[in-house]
């Protein structure tokens, strides 16, 4: 029989993987099906004559045996899987079924979070008139996009070489927030060209459980303060009052956050801006409180223009050091305890989301009073008056509206999804998820069960996964997993998926 592998999913990264094997495929036979609903017309990577891709315009619905089987009734006969398809939708949660009724009952515009068909068209937000909208990252982004510019509105160059927006008149009036109040930092302009060091702390824990933010965070903290105080006081020393061997000493010695390490970092490092402070990096609005929303867009106006000035700048690069540190800190950290949702939101935050561009553009549309910012720890919801009804923590008051938007990325969630394939292999415990994503063993991406055990010839990828890169979009290093999907199929005998 001829050796065989599916992808299941035909976006970029489905095809990228699917040339990462093309790439790596001895001379022997080898099919490769990749299936999709829009499969068809996708168009697959050249490959040798030995290696056939089959595209499947069908959706996945359940592995049994060696085989997966799709929704049109055919039975693909494998010897490895690849889950690669987008992140799966949710079904509603109760909250959500709740707020979908109270838009019913009164008249009102409510698009859920998700990706799901049947939420109504963002044509349908009235211009002219308040919109609330949660979420402040990507999914934002491109809704703002769709409201603005996408309704006649656009950038011209400003006189200080900033974006100016022109409005249309079409446009909603948009209110945002968020927990932290801020759009994720703007994506570093430069690199910094020196590796960081490796971590040295994270690496001492012992067998688990872990209390994360007790036992973990600390180690985590110190080694990226390492990181980050390493790059500083070696490639800024005019910065500095002491040299990098004396510090890393003392520094190595000393607890994380105590008092004796507060004041090696006073001594070393005199300017206040030069020192990391992970509190005011991930809750900037933290203790502030404006007495209305005009105070608070300066505010934010201020910050967005400080931080567009401090990722554009070399001279501040120990900020990233600080960030390619936090990746060998995380791949430290997958091999001895469970993922943290806290710790992820944080490293996504601080290695920045949107584009230094975007993040013009939005403080452009809220000088243009296209776009108000909400403040920190932002709620909507139903109001007895029959409206949507927003609130925060930075500023008295409410915002009330007619149309609510939830742009948040749905949280992963085995138990509530809508993909049959996966709502049925978490249903037989052959696979199990860990803070709402699927379960991968690193390396390698191998799919584990409710037992913790890897199966052999199944994989997944994605950002809906415990193998996704928090710091990135980008897909994980493709050819590492073509390799170790070829080697499943390799053998005298075909493996079975099963």
Same mark, same amino acid.
């Given at each position: 029989m001829?050796?065989?592998?599916?992808?299941?999913?035909a976006?970029?990264?489905?095809?990228?993987l699917?040339?990462?094997i093309?790439?790596h495929?001895?001379?022997?036979?080898?099919?490769?099906?990749?299936?999709?609903?829009?499969?068809?017309?996708?168009?697959a990577?050249p490959?040798p004559?030995?290696?056939?891709?089959?595209?499947h315009?069908?959706?996945?619905v359940?592995?049994?045996?060696?085989?997966?089987?799709?929704?049109?009734?055919?039975?693909?006969?494998?010897?490895a899987?690849?889950?690669?398809?987008?992140?799966?939708?949710?079904?509603?949660?109760p909250?959500?079924?709740?707020l979908?009724?109270?838009?019913?009952?009164?008249g009102l515009?409510?698009?859920?979070?998700?990706?799901?068909?049947?939420?109504p068209?963002?044509?349908?937000?009235?211009?002219g008139?308040?919109?609330?909208v949660?979420g402040?990252?990507a999914?934002m982004?491109?809704?703002?996009?769709?409201?603005?510019?996408?309704?006649?509105?656009r950038?011209?160059?400003?006189?200080?070489?900033?974006?100016?927006?022109?409005p249309?008149?079409?446009e909603?009036l948009?209110h945002?927030?968020?927990?932290?109040?801020?759009?994720?930092?703007?994506?570093h302009?430069y690199?910094t060209?020196?590796?960081?060091?490796?971590?040295?702390?994270v690496?001492?824990?012992g067998?688990?459980?872990?209390d994360?933010?007790?036992?973990?965070?600390?180690l985590?903290?110190k080694?990226?303060?390492?990181?980050y105080?390493?790059?500083?006081?070696?490639?800024?020393?005019?910065?500095a009052r002491?040299?990098?061997?004396?510090?890393?000493?003392?520094?190595?010695?000393e607890?994380?956050d105590?008092?004796?390490?507060?004041?090696l970092?006073?001594?070393?490092v005199?300017?206040?801006?030069?020192?990391?402070?992970?509190?005011?990096?991930?809750?900037?609005l933290a203790g502030?409180?404006?007495g209305?929303?005009?105070?608070?867009?300066?505010?934010?106006?201020?910050?967005?223009?400080?931080?567009?000035?401090?990722?554009a700048?070399?001279?501040?690069?120990?900020?990233?050091?600080?960030?390619? *540190?936090?990746?060998g800190? $995380?791949? &430290?950290? !997958? +091999?001895?305890? @469970?993922?943290d949702?806290?710790?992820? %939101?944080?490293?996504?935050?601080a290695?920045?989301?949107?584009?230094?561009?975007?993040i013009?553009e939005?403080r452009?549309?809220g000088?243009a *009073?296209v776009?108000?910012? $909400?403040? &920190?720890? !932002? +709620?909507v919801? @139903?109001?007895?008056?029959?409206?949507w %009804?927003?609130?925060?923590?930075?500023?008295?008051?409410?915002?009330?509206?007619?149309a609510?938007?939830?742009?948040?990325?749905?949280?992963?969630?085995?138990?509530?999804?809508?993909?049959?394939?996966? +709502?049925r292999?978490?249903d037989?415990?052959e696979?199990a998820?860990?803070?709402?994503?699927l379960?991968?063993?690193?390396?390698?991406?191998?799919?584990?069960?409710?037992?913790?055990?890897?199966?052999p010839?199944r994989?997944?990828?994605?950002?809906?996964?415990?193998g996704?890169?928090?710091l990135s979009?980008?897909d994980?290093?493709?050819d590492a997993?073509?390799?170790?999907?070829l080697?499943?199929?390799?053998?005298?005998?075909?493996?079975?998926?099963?």
């Amino acid at each position: 029989m001829t050796a065989s592998i599916c992808v299941v999913g035909a976006g970029a990264t489905g095809i990228r993987l699917v040339e990462r094997i093309r790439a790596h495929a001895s001379a022997g036979p080898l099919d490769v099906h990749v299936v999709d609903p829009q499969a068809a017309g996708t168009a697959a990577p050249p490959s040798p004559d030995a290696l056939r891709v089959h595209a499947h315009r069908a959706s996945a619905v359940d592995l049994s045996g060696r085989f997966v089987l799709l929704d049109d009734g055919t039975r693909l006969d494998t010897c490895a899987v690849v889950l690669a398809h987008a992140w799966p939708d949710v079904l509603p949660s109760p909250r959500e079924r709740e707020l979908r009724d109270f838009a019913r009952d009164h008249g009102l515009y409510y698009r859920p979070a998700g990706h799901a068909g049947g939420r109504p068209s963002l044509d349908r937000v009235p211009g002219g008139r308040p919109v609330l909208v949660l979420g402040l990252g990507a999914v934002m982004s491109g809704v703002v996009a769709r409201l603005t510019t996408g309704r006649g509105g656009r950038f011209r160059p400003g006189r200080d070489g900033g974006p100016v927006y022109l409005p249309s008149g079409a446009e909603p009036l948009i209110h945002a927030g968020s927990p932290r109040g801020v759009p994720h930092h703007a994506r570093h302009a430069y690199r910094t060209g020196d590796p960081p060091p490796a971590p040295r702390f994270v690496t001492a824990l012992g067998p688990g459980p872990h209390d994360f933010r007790r036992e973990v965070w600390p180690l985590v903290a110190k080694d990226l303060a390492y990181a980050y105080y390493h790059h500083l006081l070696t490639l800024h020393r005019d910065r500095a009052r002491v040299g990098w061997p004396g510090f890393a000493a003392a520094f190595a010695a000393e607890e994380w956050d105590g008092p004796a390490m507060r004041a090696l970092i006073r001594t070393a490092v005199p300017r206040f801006e030069d020192r990391l402070n992970f509190a005011r990096l991930d809750r900037p609005l933290a203790g502030m409180r404006f007495g209305d929303l005009a105070g608070l867009q300066r505010w934010t106006y201020g910050y967005l223009a400080a931080d567009l000035a401090r990722r554009a700048d070399p001279a501040h690069s120990a900020d990233l050091a600080m960030i390619e *540190g936090l990746r060998g800190v $995380l791949d &430290a950290l !997958a +091999r001895r305890v @469970p993922q943290d949702a806290w710790l992820h %939101r944080l490293a996504r935050h601080a290695a920045g989301g949107l584009s230094a561009t975007r993040i013009a553009e939005l403080r452009a549309l809220g000088r243009a *009073g296209v776009l108000t910012f $909400l403040g &920190a720890a !932002a +709620r909507v919801e @139903p109001s007895g008056d029959g409206v949507w %009804r927003a609130t925060s923590a930075s500023v008295p008051g409410a915002v009330t509206a007619t149309a609510f938007v939830d742009a948040r990325r749905p949280a992963p969630s085995l138990d509530r999804t809508r993909d049959p394939l996966l +709502r049925r292999l978490h249903d037989r415990g052959e696979c199990a998820e860990e803070c709402g994503r699927l379960k991968v063993s690193l390396p390698g991406n191998r799919i584990v069960d409710s037992s913790g055990a890897a199966h052999p010839h199944r994989f997944a990828l994605g950002g809906w996964t415990t193998g996704a890169d928090p710091l990135s979009a980008d897909d994980p290093p493709l050819d590492a997993l073509a390799r170790a999907v070829l080697a499943a199929t390799a053998g005298p005998t075909v493996p079975r998926v099963a």
